[in-house]
């Protein structure tokens, strides 16, 4: 079982950085493949950004790559999504998620964990 907390979420403006974190409860985090989505008003959740158990390797959604990054830190179970050049079109809600898929899992169906999401809204 993994319990998931998101922060860090905010109103910035376009061009603007945020970084999100994801805190997560149990001893193995280490084992979890982690991922964030997003979900704006009126629109399904989709895929943000994934990483595989040990974070040497990484995978975006077209929509950020080159300005968002995802990273970890297994020793204090902690998930993050460091957010640069931010635009309105992403402003949503952010969720992480934890995946007994131990490598990059790009698929709602594939986590089996959620947070309760963090705001962020990005001003024009």
């Known amino acids: 079982q993994v319990q998931l907390v998101e922060s860090g979420g905010g109103l910035v403006q376009a061009g603007g950085s945020l970084r999100l974190s994801c805190a997560a409860s149990?001893?193995?985090?280490?084992?979890?493949?982690m991922g964030w989505f997003r979900q704006a008003p009126g629109k399904e959740r989709e895929f943000v950004a994934a990483n595989s158990w040990s974070g040497a390797w990484a995978t975006y959604a077209d929509s950020v790559k080159g300005r968002f990054t995802i990273s970890r830190d297994n020793a204090n179970h902690t998930l993050y999504l460091q957010m640069n050049s931010l635009k309105p079109e992403d402003t949503a809600v952010y969720y992480c998620?934890?995946?007994?898929?131990?490598?990059?899992?790009?698929?709602?169906?594939?986590?089996?964990?959620w947070g309760q999401g963090t705001q962020v809204t990005v001003s024009s």
């Open positions: 998620a934890a995946s007994r898929i131990a490598t990059m899992p790009t698929r709602l169906e594939e986590y089996e964990y």
């Open positions: 149990g001893r193995t985090f280490g084992r979890y493949g």
